[in-house]
Structure formats: structure tokens, C-alpha cells
């Protein structure tokens, strides 16, 4: 394989946070170009009815691996994934699906306190899914479910230049913090990739220092043992596509994607 035969690698959220693992992706496979797609139309994911959902993103599969022929698929989105990664990988068995879900398995071995929160969104808490990896990688701890209806949007305000209500962030960020037998929470799983655009102001907010944890290296490096690296490759240049669902980005949108090096395309 050269440089000419090399395909691109999509990756996939439900609004801007997959752009979290956009950036450390791309420091791992610098010889990829990258599509970014955002199904803004369809943000945010965490109040869908289930069914619906996988609908939904069953089909926009389908059109973006006929338009685009990705080497893989990063689905950048942990509600997303905890829902629908297994009927993707059953309706497009050809493709290779990396997957983002909650890094509980890594905080449960990392806590020295045993108590572990994990910040999501409701769909995400609701998964089987997730309670499957608590059962799985962390029955040893205690391990409390943060669903914050808000978040999300909160983020997608954030990076794009807005002022946040201090107050307001510390509401949905609150629940993740317990005290127990003298013991305190040190560990936080964001498990929603938007929300590590908020670190700073949570490690500002919080009550007590833990440990933030943020899946976004852990999914790149996954996604780069899958991809073949060509020979005599160089890095790329050029800014690489971005999809919105919407077809309507905003001014901030357009110029956030520019600063990621990324032009805002029709799907």
C-alpha cells in the first residue's frame, strides 16, 4: 500500500465533541485525511427513544460509507455506540466500527478510594451496556451514574465562545462527588467526548481534585492498530471535510471546524 491507495477515516458524533477524538487521531495517523461528521440535525442523542435512534443511524451509515469509502468508522459518540454499535457492525459487516464507551474498565484500575462517578448523558447511563462494564471491570468499586440532561449543549455553547453560569455547570457536575467512610470520589469517566472540552472549568468547579478521565487517546490508539500503515508515507497537508446532517452550520460552527482545519461540506 503507498500514499495514493490510503482511504480516508471517518469519524462520527452526534454534534461537535467527537472532535475530542479528531485531534488525538490525527497525531496517531498523520498520513490519513479525515471526514468529520456531525449529525446536528439530529443532537442531542440522549433523549431519543432507542428505536428511533438506531434508525436513524443505521440509515446515515449507509449513505456516508457509500459516498465515502472510510478505511473505518470512529463512532466518537458514547450513546451512540452503546446503542447501536452491534447493529452497525450486523448491517455493514464489511466496515470496521471503532467504538467509544465509558472507560470504566481503566478507572476502576486506577482509583485508590473505590468510588468511581461516571459522567454521561441519560442514554448513556440508561445502556445495559454500561452496567454491563460496571459488573464486568468494576464490581470491586462503587460506581455512581451521572445522567445530565444538559451538558451537552453546555459544551457545544463552550467551544464555541460562549459564557458559561458557573452555578449552572456546578448543578450538573455536583452528583459525581461523594464522601463515604471517610473516603471521597477520585475518579470522574466523562463519558460523553464532549465533555473533555469542559475539563478545565470542572477541575475549577469541583469540590476536590480527581482524576478526569477522557477516552479520546485510548480510542485513537485502538482505531490506529486497525489501520494499515502505507509505505513511504508523508504526512498530509489540506483541511479535511466536515458534514453537518443540518446542512445549516452557524458562523461559530463554520469557524470552530476551521480552526480544527476541517471545511464545513454538503453530505
Known amino acids: 500500500m503507498t500514499t495514493t491507495d490510503v482511504k480516508p477515516i471517518l469519524v462520527f458524533d452526534s454534534g461537535i465533541g467527537g472532535l475530542t477524538v479528531l485531534r488525538e487521531a ?21 433523549g431519543w427513544e432507542e428505536g428511533a435512534l438506531k434508525e436513524r443511524v443505521i440509515g446515515l451509515f449507509g449513505d456516508l460509507i457509500a459516498s465515502h469509502d472510510p478505511e473505518i468508522c470512529i463512532i466518537a459518540c458514547n450513546t451512540a455506540f452503546t446503542l447501536v454499535g452491534a447493529d452497525l457492525r450486523a448491517a455493514y459487516p464489511e466496515m470496521t466500527f471503532v ?3 465509558p472507560a470504566i474498565k481503566p478507572a476502576a484500575e486506577r482509583t485508590r478510594s473505590g468510588l468511581v462517578s461516571v459522567l454521561a448523558t441519560p442514554g448513556t447511563v440508561k445502556r445495559a451496556y454500561t452496567r454491563d462494564l460496571i459488573q464486568s471491570f468494576a464490581a470491586q468499586c462503587h460506581v455512581r451514574l451521572v445522567g445530565s440532561e444538559n451538558l451537552a449543549r453546555m459544551a457545544e455553547v463552550y467551544i464555541r465562545g460562549e459564557v458559561l453560569d458557573d452555578e449552572a455547570v456546578l448543578t450538573e457536575i455536583s452528583p459525581c462527588f461523594i464522601e463515604m467512610d471517610g473516603k471521597k470520589t477520585d ?3 466523562l463519558a460523553c467526548t464532549h465533555y473533555p472540552f469542559m475539563a478545565n472549568v470542572f477541575r475549577r468547579l469541583a469540590p476536590w481534585p480527581v482524576d478526569w478521565l477522557d477516552p479520546a487517546e ?4 485502538r482505531a490506529r492498530s486497525l489501520v494499515p500503515l502505507p509505505s513511504g508515507f508523508v504526512p498530509l497537508n489540506g483541511e479535511d471535510p466536515a458534514i453537518f446532517t443540518s446542512g445549516r452550520p452557524d458562523f461559530a460552527t463554520r469557524r470552530l471546524m476551521q480552526g480544527f482545519g476541517l471545511t464545513v461540506r454538503r453530505a
Not at 485510548?218 to 490508539?221: D, N
Request: hydrophobic letters at 50%; charged letters at 20%; aromatic letters at 12%.
Open 187 to 189: 475518579i470522574v469517566v
Open 99 to 101: 467504538g467509544t464507551v
Open 218 to 221: 485510548a480510542i485513537a490508539r
Open 26 to 46: 490525527r497525531v496517531l495517523m498523520p498520513e490519513r485525511h479525515f471526514i468529520y461528521v456531525a449529525d446536528d440535525a439530529g443532537f442531542p442523542y440522549g
